[in-house]
């Protein structure tokens, strides 16, 4: 069952011969967009709709697969091929995890996104490309990079609240169970960000822990459910979200020098780390906010900061923040 998504999903679809890249936190839910934009595809009979998941930097392979041909075809044939074993058709390419290819581009000097390039401005085949970090970096902050208005940026957050709702509610009156009232749902909702992935799980554990022959889910349940070791597993990993060592570890001071706060701007950030005799350049550190607010982690609000998660927060609050920080200073001064 999917959820949401419908005015990404109907931009994207309605577009035309326009590109597009997704971008968002692992597990935020773009493998399931991309899978939705191919069935939805498969309507079309003027669209030959390939996905193509990839496991590593290699994408040739993948390609090739996709349409049936040689495993060792070249790229030009590969190219050359398209279309003519259903003459008419547009092909669209859905790439899922492109972050490792994208990386390798741009070591080897983007030599296949640029003839992607190439192929789709002669009208031969569009591209979705759906990643986290590297998509982003590449698309955002490297002017070489062939991705930059190559294609229509879309970053993927939480989802609307209805759909949350639904994601919610659902699933378990299929199990012929309810919640004790809407509140419940909502608090449910509020704590996990309105993140469709924390929603799943913290219903998996509300399921594991209800008591047998109980049809009635209480504050109570959903309370334990987002303490559960399931949630705060699936919200742990944070601290190395990029990468790129210099930016994690940045990230982690941010994080552990801002929780506390409802709200702040980059000027905040600056003065904590000056006020700890750290100094990064501003767009290093722009780098960083993006990174956390493509994670999902930080939101922007009234034009600054905030926690997008609250129990997020509150997992970090309870690990000493403080000295944390100290921590991750000192190793970064070493």
């Not at 190559?150 to 012929?176: H, R, T, W």
Request: hydrophobic share 40%; proline share 3%; charged share 25%.
């Amino acid at each position: 069952m999917f959820y949401g998504r419908q005015s990404l999903l109907q931009r994207i679809l309605q577009s035309g011969s326009q590109n597009h890249i997704i971008v968002g936190a692992r597990q935020i839910g773009k493998s399931s967009i991309l899978k939705e934009i191919y069935r939805r595809s498969q309507k079309d009979l003027d669209i030959q709709c390939q996905y193509v998941n990839l496991p590593g930097r290699e994408i040739k392979p993948h390609l090739a697969a996709a349409l049936s041909l040689p495993l060792d075809i070249d790229f030009s044939a590969l190219f050359e091929s398209m279309g003519k074993n259903q003459p008419g058709k547009k092909i669209l390419f859905l790439i899922d995890e492109a972050d490792l290819f994208v990386k390798h581009e741009a070591k080897s000097g983007y030599n296949i996104l640029n003839l992607f390039r190439s192929y789709s401005d002669r009208g031969r085949c569009n591209f979705i490309l759906a990643g986290f970090w590297e998509l982003y970096e590449n698309t955002v902050f490297d002017f070489t990079s062939p991705l930059r208005n190559f294609a229509e940026i879309s970053i993927v957050g939480g989802l609307e609240f209805q759909a949350c709702y639904d994601l919610a509610v659902k699933p378990m009156e299929l199990l012929n169970l309810t919640y004790e009232n809407d509140s419940v749902v909502e608090k449910l909702i509020h704590e996990v960000g309105q993140r469709a992935n924390l929603i799943s799980i913290a219903c998996d554990a509300i399921l594991k822990n209800l008591k047998q022959g109980k049809k009635t889910i209480r504050e109570k349940e959903v309370a334990e459910a987002l303490d559960s070791e399931e949630v705060l597993y699936a919200i742990r990993g944070w601290e190395r979200i990029t990468g790129n060592h210099n930016i994690d570890r940045l990230n982690r001071m941010v994080v552990f020098g801002t929780i506390r706060m409802n709200r702040f701007a980059i000027e905040d950030v600056i003065e904590i780390l000056d006020r700890n005799e750290l100094s990064f350049h501003p767009e290093t550190i722009q780098k960083s906010l993006e990174s956390l607010k493509l994670a999902s982690i930080l939101r922007t609000l009234d034009g600054k900061y905030a926690y997008s998660v609250p129990i997020f927060q509150k997992m970090v609050l309870k690990d000493n923040p403080e000295s944390l920080f100290q921590i991750e200073k000192e190793f970064f001064v070493k």
